[in-house]
């Protein structure tokens, strides 16, 4: 069975050969270039990732992240973009980005994201049919087959990237993990793009675990990282 790709993208001539090369790949793509069109498609069309040019006529990308994100929350998107500063690849993940690749690219880099985000799909899949109670935290409880944090019955959803990275460090915690095999066991390389969007993560997460004085998340610069969690 071919697996379905929302594509929304407004370059026509890059639509095209992407699109196109996706399904000389064994894809079925939907490609749209007006975010306006974009949730109305999916009521007749059901992705199993989306792929979210940000500049976009109508609805921008980040936009429609949000939008997407709130009805599905376990969709894997990967912004498309020019867009590269590091206040971008926050606004992306704070949008519901789960991968973020840079114009111009490769169609093999950009197939290899999208295998590798429907890997990370099936295999949390698979995990959280074994996976048991919510883990306890300090003060909070983490349930990773669920992709939330929970604090004093205040739920906050975890995007599936915030999750791995969490659940990594949670396996390790009070010890130190290894920067670079974070890397590789989430994204498959240990890129300098990569390695930055981790320290987007690392930064939300320590957000979310503020309310908690105890718990920390140490940066060891040149190893990895250490999570400190009480009990």
């Not at 939330?148 to 396996?171: D, G």
Request: hydrophobic share 40%.
């Amino acid at each position: 069975m071919k697996r379905k790709i929302l594509y929304i993208e407004d370059e026509p001539f890059l639509g095209k050969i992407v699109k196109e090369t996706l399904e000389s790949q064994e894809f079925e793509v939907l490609l749209i270039g007006d975010g306006a069109r974009v949730m109305s498609a999916f009521d007749i069309f059901t992705p199993e990732i989306c792929i979210l040019d940000v500049m976009l006529p109508n609805v921008d990308g980040f936009t429609l992240g949000r939008q997407i994100r709130s009805r599905f929350p376990k969709l894997p998107i990967i912004f498309v973009t020019a867009k590269i500063e590091t206040n971008d690849l926050v606004q992306g993940f704070e949008s519901g980005g789960t991968d973020y690749i840079k114009k111009p690219f490769s169609i093999k880099e950009l197939i290899a994201r999208i295998n590798n985000q429907l890997n990370i799909i099936q295999l949390s899949a698979h995990q959280g049919t074994e996976k048991g109670a919510p883990i306890t935290l300090g003060n909070y409880l983490f349930s990773p087959d669920r992709y939330e944090l929970i604090l004093k019955n205040q739920v906050r959803k975890l995007s599936m990237r915030e999750a791995e990275v969490l659940t990594i460090l949670t396996a390790n915690r009070n010890q130190t993990t290894d920067r670079k095999s974070m890397l590789m066991s989430i994204w498959g390389d240990d890129s300098y793009y990569n390695s930055r969007t981790l320290d987007v993560y690392v930064r939300k997460l320590r957000s979310y675990l503020s309310e908690d004085p105890r718990i920390e998340i140490i940066t060891l610069k040149g190893k990895g990282y250490q999570f400190v969690v009480p009990g």
